[in-house]
């Protein structure tokens, strides 16, 4: 049971360049998020999803696209980088029924 | 959601009980109060969450004030390893989000 999982863990990303952030849960959560970090702040929410095949916008979501076709998998894609965009994601899983979230390690995202 | 206020610093010796105070005048009646925290830089953390009631885990003990309004997260013995930023949310248990505010951070000195 590793939980949730992110890939890539750091990344460097050149202005107008495209790239997944991949997060896999093996939990069988209905519940899916992707939040960012700026330094010295707190979580922002993107996107999220209810369950497979639906998703929806949270606080921040322009510049970012997400995808919910399976249950276990939800992407974040990013399509023309900004450096406004350089964070740290973070996405997280939570069972129907409960609110403790499970977070991912995050991804270092610097566009450069 | 109803918004909180957290002081954005603590500092607590070794050994000592952490008391980390979070006020949510607004609260609704169906939203639970959650404790999160996150440690340098790893994801944020599940402590413990509750209603109306003081709930006690093998983490920490929340107190929540009989009128909802404010609540305390008490770690017992604090330890080094609790240095972090805690964070304070309500969420009503029929709400999808968890929006994060920005903590207090908590520094345990030897």
């Known amino acids: 049971n590793a939980g949730v999982t992110q890939t890539p863990k750091f990344r460097i990303l050149k202005i107008g360049q495209s790239m997944t952030l991949q997060c896999t849960q093996d939990m069988n959560h209905n519940y899916m998020y992707w939040y960012r970090q700026d330094p010295g702040m707190g979580l922002k929410l993107i996107y999220y999803s209810v369950g497979a095949g639906i998703t929806d916008k949270g606080e921040v979501p322009n510049g970012y696209n997400v995808s919910r076709s399976t249950t276990e998998d939800f992407p974040l894609r990013l399509e023309l980088a900004a450096p406004s965009q350089t964070s740290v994601y973070f996405c997280?899983?939570?069972?129907?029924?409960?609110?403790?979230?499970?977070f991912g390690s995050g991804t270092r995202l610097t566009v450069v | 959601d109803a918004k909180t206020t957290q002081p954005p610093s603590m500092d607590c010796a070794e050994g000592r009980a952490a008391n980390l105070p979070c006020n949510h005048s607004?609260?609704?009646?169906?939203?639970?109060v959650y404790w999160y925290r996150q440690i340098h830089s790893q994801g944020p953390q599940y402590i413990i969450h509750g209603l109306k009631n003081n709930e006690t885990n093998e983490m920490a003990s929340l107190i929540i004030t009989e009128d909802r309004k404010s609540s305390t997260l008490i770690l017992p013995h604090a330890t080094l390893r609790d240095t972090a930023v805690y964070y304070c949310i309500v969420r009503a248990d029929n709400t999808d989000k968890l929006i994060f505010g920005t903590g207090t951070r908590l520094q345990v000195f030897p």
């Open positions: 607004t609260i609704s009646g169906n939203e639970y």
């Open positions: 997280a899983s939570r069972r129907q029924g409960w609110g403790g979230y499970t």
